[in-house]
Every structure is written in structure tokens, then in C-alpha cells.
């Protein structure tokens, strides 16, 4: 057509008038435009169309991005729940749906050791012992006497106190 500028993209021509949005059906002109599937989009139907949303602040991720319990977010944009530290590169615990560096998990919610009072994350493998209310880390669920290790061993308890079967025998036990 006289007066009309021919379009090229990717070895391919057009009239300037037929290289159009395929879901707007507006002239791309010499706006930015994205392919996908054969199709060629304006930014703005892109977006509308096929990108994600960052589950916190609501604007698209044009690149990269993590995903959360089946939600996008920018990198950026997925923080702790309790220091706000980003946690794209770190390991993290997540409770009642929301992310926690190690730090905050383990200082609000983990369980603690009754021996050595630290965090029992089970993390990387780490054994733990349970019983009643109380938890040990593997390492630290010894004899209150002789200090014997009790991991897959019979004991006996006294008030708040373990024992081996040995140095427990001799002492009035709970169990």
C-alpha cells in the first residue's frame, strides 16, 4: 500500500497496518513486543494475559522469581515473616503458611533441647528423641548420672531426671 511502512521481525514482513497484538489487534508499530507461541503481544496484554503476579506485591515478575506454596514471588519480595531478611539463597522453615529464616524459626518456634536448651530444628537429618512433652537432640539424651549414651536403650525417669537401667534401678522411677 502507497504511504505504508513495511515492518520486519525476525526475518519476517508485515504492512504496518497487519503487525498487530494478537489479542488487542492494535498495531505493534515500534512499541516492545513480546513473542510467544508464534504470537506477537504489546506489553500490556502480555502481562494481562500470561504473566505472574508476586503473591506480595502484587507486580509482575518479569524475570527469575521463587515460588511458595504454589505462589510467585519476586525474589525480592520473599522476605522472613519475622527480621524481613531475604530468603531467595537460604534455607527457611515455614509455619502456618508463612516463611521464617532458620534465626526466627528456631527462636520462635522450635522445639528446645532439655539438655543443652538449643533449637531441635531435624533439619540435615538430625535425630531427636521424644518423650512425654520433652525432646532431646540424639547427642544429648545420655544417663543423668553416668552420662551413657540412651539412644535405643531402655531408661527410666525420675522427676524431670533420665537415667540408664543401671543407675536408675537403684532410685524410685516414674516408669
Not at 522472613?80 to 539463597?89: H, I, N, T
Amino acid at each position: 500500500m502507497p504511504g505504508s511502512r513495511k515492518m520486519e521481525f525476525k526475518g519476517n514482513y508485515w504492512h504496518e497496518t497487519c503487525f498487530v497484538c494478537e489479542h488487542c489487534r492494535q498495531p505493534m508499530g515500534t512499541k516492545p513486543l513480546i513473542s510467544k507461541d508464534s504470537g506477537y503481544y504489546c506489553v500490556p496484554c502480555f502481562q494481562k494475559e500470561f504473566a505472574h503476579y508476586c503473591s506480595f506485591c502484587k507486580k509482575v515478575i518479569t524475570s527469575g522469581g521463587v515460588t511458595f506454596r504454589g505462589e510467585p514471588w519476586h525474589k525480592e519480595c520473599f522476605l522472613c515473616s519475622g527480621c524481613r531478611k531475604e530468603l531467595c539463597e537460604e534455607e527457611f522453615m515455614s509455619r502456618d503458611d508463612y516463611p521464617f529464616c532458620l534465626d526466627c524459626y528456631n527462636r520462635l518456634y522450635a522445639k528446645k533441647c532439655v539438655a543443652c536448651t538449643k533449637p531441635i530444628t531435624g533439619l540435615k537429618g538430625v535425630k531427636f528423641i521424644c518423650f512425654q512433652d520433652r525432646q532431646w537432640h540424639s547427642e544429648c539424651f545420655n544417663c543423668g548420672k553416668c552420662s551413657v549414651s540412651l539412644v535405643g536403650e531402655g531408661f527410666l525417669t525420675q522427676n524431670k531426671e533420665i537415667f540408664c537401667r543401671k543407675c536408675g534401678s537403684g532410685a524410685e522411677t516414674d516408669i
